[in-house]
């Protein structure tokens, strides 16, 4: 494997994209000022006006139309891809798909989920026909990440578009090519830019904040969210936080373990590991611990890092995160720990190769905190009541997986993640009528399904009289009698049950 220095330049207007697999250079990109920001949020305003105009079935024939776009040139788009994040190009098809999945989902079902309907007014209020709608927003920023640079991107720019917004989206300075890609294919369906991609670094997202924007969806890192949600503070901009996750994969006694045992290891290994709802902490009974662990170890051995085009898993993409993944490894040994797999040597300059780690404390930051790496920790428990424990203990809180023959939903109720997968890892995200967002630390908001369409609209409730009213109670002309058959009423309605 020859691996070359990094080449990239970078100046006050530009910067460049580097292959992570070679350290060469992909693309130069734009980075755009505070003003070039402010410039695409003003074209994105009068854009919404217009998108917002069209029915949602005349948005649903556009947003196909990019869809079929995206869908002929998929290729492209994952090689695009690769380029960027090193990831093997079957990985990257995937994603695409994926997200080219939820497009179609968002498009389909806005008008459902989002469109006026009648919702009963109550007996106090029964001469009152209600209903609700779901108003877009108008322009929405999006602030996205270099892991899964379309798939999660996707979650909120479609749901957004879906729902009558327009998005100005910033993409991770490690894949502004995607972004950028994504951009011009828009440009070529929709008649205004409703879809528009500002590249640049921090300081580019920073200024998508402050731009008076109606909404920030963003992910990334929990420490950026807080800067995010401050200097979105300023303006009441609201904001949706998908900030990463260190979530467990349970394993019951009666679980079938094979099953379990190649869940853990692609949760754990795709990507290289760079996955916000990746598997990163394994708990497992102590009934089936040891064959666990013996075939955990056997089946990640077949896993490699390497630059060959048919690796299953590719470089780190954030030069950066190498660092993390290191001390996270040396922390666990320290504290006590065991690499029954590879070890601090298997962190390289660019690859890093799969490392299991057992017995160690839970109080190690290879246990807290996100390691975004091709590690997993496994640890023996004696019931699912502690499995459920240790996995709640987290301060982060995105997704889960159980395996489990018996208990599976049991097991899963009690977890307080957004996601959890039985018998299975990360299958909830490719289904896009189910909601995907974390608790704590791992944000809040949601993307996908009905709540993600939600997520970028405000209810408008309208309440029309339909008749006079039995009970006249909203004026000044109220009578006495009036309040007295109220009483009654509320003590027939709601009386029953309370202490006499
Ligand atoms: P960051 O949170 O720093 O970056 C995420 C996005 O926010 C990028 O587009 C970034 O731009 C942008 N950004 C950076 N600073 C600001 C700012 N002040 N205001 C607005 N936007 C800003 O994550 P990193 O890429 O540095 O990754 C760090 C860690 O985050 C990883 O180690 C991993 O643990 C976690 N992570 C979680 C992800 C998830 O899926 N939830 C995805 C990626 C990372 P730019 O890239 O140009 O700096």
Same mark, same amino acid.
């Given at each position: 494997m020859t691996i070359t220095e990094p080449t990239g330049t970078r100046s006050a207007t530009s910067f460049d994209s580097l292959n992570p697999r070679t350290g060469e250079v992909v693309a130069s990109h734009p980075i755009a000022s505070e003003a070039d920001v402010q410039a695409a949020v003003a074209r994105a305003r009068e854009a919404a006006a217009w998108w917002s105009g069209q029915s949602f079935a005349e948005r649903k024939v556009l947003l196909n139309a990019w869809k079929g776009v995206i869908t002929n040139r998929i290729d492209e788009l994952a090689s695009v891809m690769q380029a960027e994040t090193g990831k093997p190009h079957g990985d990257a098809m995937l994603e695409c798909a994926l997200a080219i999945d939820h497009l179609a989902w968002a498009a389909g079902h806005a008008s459902k989920v989002l469109k006026r309907r009648t919702v009963p007014s109550g007996l106090v209020m029964a001469n009152q026909k209600a209903t609700v709608e779901y108003q877009p927003l108008g322009v929405v920023g999006v602030i996205g990440p270099w892991n899964y640079p379309v798939f999660t991107p996707m979650g909120s720019i479609a749901y957004a578009l879906a729902a009558g917004n327009a998005v100005v989206f910033k993409p991770s300075e490690y894949t502004p090519g995607v972004g950028a890609w994504l951009a011009a294919t828009a440009a070529e369906v929709f008649d205004q830019p409703v879809f528009q991609v500002v590249t640049g670094l921090g300081e580019t997202g920073a200024a998508l904040c402050r731009s008076g924007v109606n909404k920030v969806a963003f992910t990334g890192s929990t420490a950026t969210g807080k800067r995010v949600m401050a200097a979105c503070a300023e303006t009441l901009t609201p904001v949706l936080i998908e900030a990463g996750g260190k979530d467990a994969l349970i394993v019951d006694a009666d679980a079938d373990v094979a099953a379990a045992v190649d869940g853990a290891v692609w949760g754990a290994n795709a990507n290289a590991g760079q996955t916000c709802a990746g598997v990163e902490r394994v708990y497992v009974h102590e009934r089936v611990y040891d064959d666990f662990l013996a075939q955990v170890i056997a089946r990640t051995k077949e896993v490699h890092a390497t630059n060959d085009a048919d690796a299953k898993i590719g470089p780190i993409t954030m030069p950066s995160q190498i660092d993390i993944i290191k001390r996270h490894i040396d922390d666990a040994i320290a504290s006590g720990g065991t690499a029954v797999l590879g070890g601090p040597e298997s962190v390289g300059e660019r690859f890093v190769q799969p490392v299991i780690l057992v017995d160690v404390p839970e109080s190690s930051s290879a246990v807290t *905190? *996100?390691?975004?790496?091709p590690t997993m920790t496994v640890t023996k428990v004696s019931s699912m009541a502690e499995a459920v424990a240790l996995t709640n203990a987290s301060k982060y809180a995105l997704g889960s997986s159980v395996f489990s023959k018996r208990n599976g939903m049991r097991i899963a109720e009690q977890l307080r993640v957004g996601m959890t997968a039985i018998n299975g890892v990360i299958t909830f995200a490719g289904v896009p009528s189910l909601p995907f967002g974390g608790v704590g630390d791992s944000g809040f908001g949601r993307i996908h399904g009905p709540d993600g369409l939600k997520e970028f609209t405000y209810a408008h409730a309208i309440t029309k009289q339909r008749m006079k009213p039995l009970l006249a109670l909203t004026t000044f002309q109220r009578t006495e009698k009036a309040e007295q058959q109220l009483g009654k009423l509320i003590g027939v309605l709601h009386g029953r049950g309370g202490p006499k």
């Amino acid at each position: 494997m020859t691996i070359t220095e990094p080449t990239g330049t970078r100046s006050a207007t530009s910067f460049d994209s580097l292959n992570p697999r070679t350290g060469e250079v992909v693309a130069s990109h734009p980075i755009a000022s505070e003003a070039d920001v402010q410039a695409a949020v003003a074209r994105a305003r009068e854009a919404a006006a217009w998108w917002s105009g069209q029915s949602f079935a005349e948005r649903k024939v556009l947003l196909n139309a990019w869809k079929g776009v995206i869908t002929n040139r998929i290729d492209e788009l994952a090689s695009v891809m690769q380029a960027e994040t090193g990831k093997p190009h079957g990985d990257a098809m995937l994603e695409c798909a994926l997200a080219i999945d939820h497009l179609a989902w968002a498009a389909g079902h806005a008008s459902k989920v989002l469109k006026r309907r009648t919702v009963p007014s109550g007996l106090v209020m029964a001469n009152q026909k209600a209903t609700v709608e779901y108003q877009p927003l108008g322009v929405v920023g999006v602030i996205g990440p270099w892991n899964y640079p379309v798939f999660t991107p996707m979650g909120s720019i479609a749901y957004a578009l879906a729902a009558g917004n327009a998005v100005v989206f910033k993409p991770s300075e490690y894949t502004p090519g995607v972004g950028a890609w994504l951009a011009a294919t828009a440009a070529e369906v929709f008649d205004q830019p409703v879809f528009q991609v500002v590249t640049g670094l921090g300081e580019t997202g920073a200024a998508l904040c402050r731009s008076g924007v109606n909404k920030v969806a963003f992910t990334g890192s929990t420490a950026t969210g807080k800067r995010v949600m401050a200097a979105c503070a300023e303006t009441l901009t609201p904001v949706l936080i998908e900030a990463g996750g260190k979530d467990a994969l349970i394993v019951d006694a009666d679980a079938d373990v094979a099953a379990a045992v190649d869940g853990a290891v692609w949760g754990a290994n795709a990507n290289a590991g760079q996955t916000c709802a990746g598997v990163e902490r394994v708990y497992v009974h102590e009934r089936v611990y040891d064959d666990f662990l013996a075939q955990v170890i056997a089946r990640t051995k077949e896993v490699h890092a390497t630059n060959d085009a048919d690796a299953k898993i590719g470089p780190i993409t954030m030069p950066s995160q190498i660092d993390i993944i290191k001390r996270h490894i040396d922390d666990a040994i320290a504290s006590g720990g065991t690499a029954v797999l590879g070890g601090p040597e298997s962190v390289g300059e660019r690859f890093v190769q799969p490392v299991i780690l057992v017995d160690v404390p839970e109080s190690s930051s290879a246990v807290t *905190e *996100e390691t975004f790496g091709p590690t997993m920790t496994v640890t023996k428990v004696s019931s699912m009541a502690e499995a459920v424990a240790l996995t709640n203990a987290s301060k982060y809180a995105l997704g889960s997986s159980v395996f489990s023959k018996r208990n599976g939903m049991r097991i899963a109720e009690q977890l307080r993640v957004g996601m959890t997968a039985i018998n299975g890892v990360i299958t909830f995200a490719g289904v896009p009528s189910l909601p995907f967002g974390g608790v704590g630390d791992s944000g809040f908001g949601r993307i996908h399904g009905p709540d993600g369409l939600k997520e970028f609209t405000y209810a408008h409730a309208i309440t029309k009289q339909r008749m006079k009213p039995l009970l006249a109670l909203t004026t000044f002309q109220r009578t006495e009698k009036a309040e007295q058959q109220l009483g009654k009423l509320i003590g027939v309605l709601h009386g029953r049950g309370g202490p006499k």
